[in-house]
């Protein structure tokens, strides 16, 4: 589809183009630019959020932005002009576009913030206005809030992601800059900053009904914790008065206490209705498909991943894996490739159109990662034919391109099987939904010290619970039962790992 057309006037349109595989329309996350900017050819403009993933969309010429056709948070159709470049390089239009007039009805307030000079916008999704300065040539790019990072399953957010490269003569962001910007565009004074909090602490002040920007942070950095929120929601001791002398009086006649006031939860409001979009629209619909589409049968078993975990400490050391992640999940990815070699009906798929099961001679194995735009599951493509220091890169990368929200469509397509880690969160087991189009998903509960009889006696080992969900039209109890005693066997015995695989 042809994404710009120009006038006579010397105004190039750019259009919303497919940025998936069908896609019908796209909701506008952000712009990085504004009216009179000077924009170069593969300059990011704007980030979309279609029904698979966040993406940034690149302008194709040079030119000075004219209009932005849509403010933030607008669902566009494929196809329709959402900005328009000037060409010719012509005189800047009024900071006020027809977007900022568009997005409210209230008249403008006049901003108090400094005027930021138009100046080109580095290409991140954590960037959303620039400001040059002196050093900005060799500033190294600021990593996003610990607070939006998306949440990895399989790897919970203690890992470090990788960081990107800034570009050539890239601006330094100024986040207090990007408010001034969205301001002046939609005719609004700047926003507060979002509080800093990991997703966890975000749902736990959701349930709690605590106001996150009325907390005071004690985390490092000012994130705010969750002791900080339970802080909140507990009410300050009420100090009792000094006691003073005074003259002694009659007693005062008893009266009944005053009934208590009914307390008004959430700050006044009983309800908050969020609009259901983009990403986790998306899944809402494939996971219930799936739910009521695909006969599901979930197996449990609990195994000693004590030698597993021996071994993953040794291979940190292992200068064959250095500037690699080594951790459980690594292993536990290792170990289910082998189940499916061992077992390979289990790899396959359900062509209910033509009324067969699609046998598959390749493992792309699907991690599960919740973000704060909804769950996403990215995939390892080939993973079968990877060896294990290959299997560490190919996680690392997953890893990174999640927490920068970078994931692409292609990524999450195309997945066999299906690995998901919600021990991250402490939480032992689950019974996971199957992703679509794949034929099982393998849980991992937390991996902690139980007492367990080893060698005759009674002792602390580490263990953990696994959950495998497994699609009974294409795996009947038997199979579905080899592949997670496989699972486990090769974790209780990671030589295993060399025998069978």
Not at 23 to 45: C, M, N, R, S
Not at 75 to 82: A, L, N, P, S
Not at 475 to 481: C, K, N, R, T, Y
């Amino acid at each position: 589809m042809t994404t710009m057309t120009e006038t006579a006037s010397g105004l190039r349109e750019f259009k919303m183009p497919d940025v998936g595989e069908g896609l019908t329309e796209a909701e506008i996350l952000k712009w990085y630019v504004q009216p009179g900017d000077t924009v170069t050819d593969g300059q990011v403009v704007c980030e979309v959020e279609t029904a698979k993933a966040a993406v940034e969309l690149p302008i194709p010429y040079d030119g000075v932005v004219h209009e932005l056709r849509f403010p933030e948070g607008t669902t566009v159709d494929v196809g329709q002009v959402i900005i328009t470049v000037d060409v010719a390089g012509g005189a800047a239009p009024p900071a006020t576009s027809e977007a900022g007039a568009a997005a409210t009805t209230a008249p403008a307030v006049p901003s108090t913030e400094p005027a930021v000079p138009s100046v080109p916008r580095v290409a991140s999704v954590a960037s959303v206005a620039s400001v040059p300065s002196a050093e900005s040539a060799a500033a190294p790019e600021e990593p996003a809030p610990e607070g939006r990072k998306p949440v990895l399953v399989g790897y919970g957010v203690s890992e470090a992601s990788t960081k990107r490269r800034p570009r050539r003569g890239a601006p330094v962001r100024r986040p207090e800059a990007a408010a001034a910007v969205q301001a002046e565009l939609n005719g609004h004074p700047a926003p507060a900053a979002r509080p800093l909090a990991k997703p966890p602490v975000r749902k736990l002040a959701k349930d709690l009904g605590v106001d996150l920007t009325a907390v005071t942070p004690s985390g490092p950095d000012g994130i705010i914790t969750r002791e900080d929120v339970h802080a909140a929601v507990t009410p300050a001791p009420v100090q009792e008065p000094e006691a003073t002398a005074t003259p002694v009086s009659p007693p005062a006649p008893v009266r009944a206490p005053a009934p208590a006031a009914a307390p008004v939860p959430y700050d006044g409001a009983r309800e908050t209705r969020v609009p259901v979009k983009g990403v986790r629209k998306a899944t809402a619909a494939v996971m219930v498909a799936s739910a009521f589409t695909a006969p599901h049968v979930t197996e449990f078993v609990t195994v000693d991943v004590t030698r597993t975990m021996k071994l993953v400490e040794e291979l940190k050391r292992d200068k064959d894996m250095q500037g690699l992640r080594v951790n459980p999940l690594l292993l536990i990815c290792k170990a289910l490739l082998v189940a499916v070699k061992r077992n390979p009906e289990v790899n396959a798929s359900w062509d209910d159109a033509a009324q067969e099961i699609v046998q598959k001679h390749y493992v792309n194995l699907g991690i599960a990662a919740a973000t704060p735009r909804g769950l996403i599951v990215p995939n390892i493509k080939d993973a079968h034919a990877r060896t294990l220091p290959q299997l560490a890169e190919a996680l690392g990368e997953l890893v990174a391109t999640a927490r920068e929200g970078r994931t692409s469509p292609a990524a999450m397509q195309g997945g066999t099987v299906t690995i998901t880690n919600v021990g991250v969160f402490g939480v032992d087991t689950g019974t996971p939904i199957i992703n679509p189009g794949e034929s099982a998903i393998l849980a991992v509960g937390s991996i902690k010290p139980q007492p367990w009889v080893h060698k005759g006696k009674v002792k602390p080992r580490q263990v953990t619970t696994l959950a495998l969900s497994f699609d009974h039209r294409l795996v009947d109890g038997e199979l579905g039962s080899r592949v997670l005693a496989d699972v486990a066997a090769v974790l209780e015995q990671p030589k295993r790992l060399i025998t069978w695989g």
